[in-house]
């Protein structure tokens, strides 16, 4: 009976905190013991917690997120802006006659490439040749009776007046002459500039007037961008600032030039300034009338700039997450400002010397800790004495 006895014992000791609980299982009903059943083991299972000792009592605080961080600096920044622009020439001209005639010849092609002063047309110049070898004949004449009468009056047997109506005669011969020779030069129509014509609107045996066009003659190089700003940008407009443009008929392809013109007044209309560029053009590859893209560098300015990455956005606004004292995050409201790739103006909210979050946003929650690493620039880390800049020195 005592070994029996002793037995029970200790199989009650191996049981633990659950035997009060099964002692107090009643015959009652079946829900009666499932509650009591649960209770035991709730009891059970708060005792195997407990043997840890004191120490695994307090709380388990989760290790202080890892963000990447850059200290903020000023960098240059060039105020760009994409416009729609047209191409012009710097000179173009429909030429005319300075006088009615018939067209004799036409001396180029269409299309052709041709210098100043050249000659495009020549009208019938038979009247007007004639007219000049008359003119020269008078003017010969008056030369030979000038120095007749001077040789005369050298001598005293011409009378002054006599010397000066002879050498007014020759003045105004030599003035006809030259009337007649402009006359004939009349029948030559030449290039006033260096340009390309374009489709003759005259053939030759046409009779044309003084106020008929002929040709139509473009400066190709360089060539004038014409293009508007917003008057708010104004002050970072300037004469010599450079640009870049691309045009449908080359694409992938840029071309430079220089803003050489600013309007002096502001379009009542539109409120935008009418700007004028040079685009050297030397192949003649580009054409006026076509229209441009233009990215226009307006002006250089030393301003704060943070990676796109660092910029949270929700209904509360835009906001970076910046390092504050003993590492501890703090949400500050942002205003932005112009853009480039990969990077964005701050204009308010941070400054210079600031830390800011790059990396990791989303772990980071107002006044926790967190454990800042250098953010990766460029594809590499920076070099330890700026990564020790970059963070401060946090832990």
Known sequence: MHPRATRGRAGASRRGPIQPAIAALSPGSPAARRRALAAAFAVTFAAA???????????????????????????????QADLLGELQAESSVVVRAEMPGIVEAVEFEEGQDVRAGSVLFRLRDREQAA??????????????????????????AAAAAQLDKARANLEVSRARAELRRVELERTRIRAP?????????????????????????DAMDPLALVFTIPEATLPLARIGAEFSLDVAAFPGERFPGAIRFI?????????????????PNPGGRLLPGMFARVQATLGQREVV???????????????????????????????????EPGRVE???????????VVAGTHKVREGVAVKPVPAVVGGARPEPSTAAQTTGGGA
């Open 131 to 156: 007219r000049l070898r008359e003119a020269e004949a008078e003017l010969s004449l008056a030369q030979e009776d000038f120095e007749r009468t001077q040789t005369l009056a050298s001598r005293n």
């Open 49 to 79: 917690c407990g043997d840890g000792g004191p120490d695994a009592a307090g709380p388990h605080e989760p290790p202080a997120p890892v963000v990447e961080v850059l200290t903020l600096r000023k960098q240059s920044f060039e105020d």
């Open 263 to 279: 309007a002096p007044n502001v379009e009542s209309a539109s409120r935008r300034i009418l700007i004028k560029g040079r685009v």
């Open 305 to 339: 700039l943070v990676p796109e990455e660092a910029l949270v956005a929700d209904p509360g606004g835009t906001f970076v997450w910046r390092i504050g004292a003993e590492d501890k995050a703090e949400r500050v409201p942002v205003e932005i400002g112009a853009r």
């Open 193 to 217: 500039f260096d340009g390309r014509v374009g489709a003759r609107l005259v053939s030759p045996g046409a009779r044309i007037e003084s106020d008929d066009g002929l040709v139509r003659v």
């Open 346 to 356: 701050i204009r308010s909210g941070v400054q210079e010397g600031d830390r800011v």
